[in-house]
T-cell receptor, first 108, second 113 residues
Framework: KNEVEQSPQNLTAQEGEFITINCSYS?????LHWLQQHPGGGIVSLFM???GKKKHGRLIATINIQEKHSSLHITASHPRDSAVYIC??????????FGAGTILRVKS | SQTIHQWPATLVQPVGSPLSLECTVE??????LYWYRQAAGRGLQLLFY??????ISSEVPQNLSASRPQDRQFILSSKKLLLSDSGFYLC????????????FGSGTRLTVV
């Protein structure tokens, strides 16, 4: 079993839909990161969470430390949101352990 | 501001040839530096990390090596590439003072032929 599990693996949505990507982890962490990877491969940090909830524009990330679970929500999705979304947990040594990623495609 | 430069962006190398990928960081001092690899169809995996000059920790045994000759320079090398070394290589640094913690390089797509 992977230490970081993401679901779904693939997600297709219509423009305007509310999207949720889930992440569960099984190790002790100091923080959880949500990342976005575009087709060229470059990675952008979206959120760093150690508790509660954060919001940037149409993106919302939540974490439940007791349940070892995090969700990334996208409100009013748009085709430009199409990308791979990666959950990663920060462990000792400030190292990241990554989930396999969720491939999101938003159709217009 | 904190920036990270990684080059080259794309590389095609024959089996058995050497490799050198370079990463430099600006806007921070004494960062934790990391090399990650993403093989085709797979998630990112930590290869090496460094907490200071000359200090390298390896996570995955393989024919790659890393060096940190200067505080803000991190180099990934191989003496002889294997086909299995193909993948997408990312350099990153961690700064606890930075809002998102991590900053990632733009990556190097390596194809070994």
């Amino acid at each position: 079993k992977n230490e970081v599990e993401q679901s779904p693996q693939n997600l297709t949505a219509q423009e305007g839909e509310f999207i949720t990507i889930n992440c569960s982890y099984s190790v002790g962490i100091s923080a959880l990161h949500w990342l976005q990877q575009h087709p060229g491969g470059g990675i952008v940090s979206l959120f760093m969470l150690s508790s509660g909830k954060k919001k940037h524009g149409r993106l919302i990330a939540t974490i439940n430390i007791q349940e070892k679970h995090s969700s990334l929500h996208i409100t009013a999705s748009h085709p430009r949101d199409s990308a791979v979304y990666i959950c990663a947990v920060r462990v000792y040594g400030n190292k990241l352990v990554f989930g396999a990623g969720t491939i999101l495609r938003v159709k217009s | 501001s904190q920036t990270i430069h990684q080059w080259p962006a794309t590389l095609v190398q024959p089996v058995g040839s050497p490799l050198s990928l370079e990463c430099t960081v600006e806007g921070t001092s004494n960062p934790n530096l990391y090399w990650y690899r993403q093989a085709a169809g797979r998630g990112l995996q930590l290869l090496f990390y460094s907490v200071g000059i000359g200090q390298i920790s390896s996570e995955v045994p393989q024919n790659l090596s890393a060096s940190r000759p200067q505080d803000r320079q991190f180099i990934l090398s191989s003496k002889k590439l294997l086909l299995s070394d193909s993948g997408f290589y990312l350099c990153a640094f961690f700064d606890s003072a930075f809002n998102y913690g991590y900053t990632f390089g733009s990556g190097t797509r390596l194809t070994v032929v």
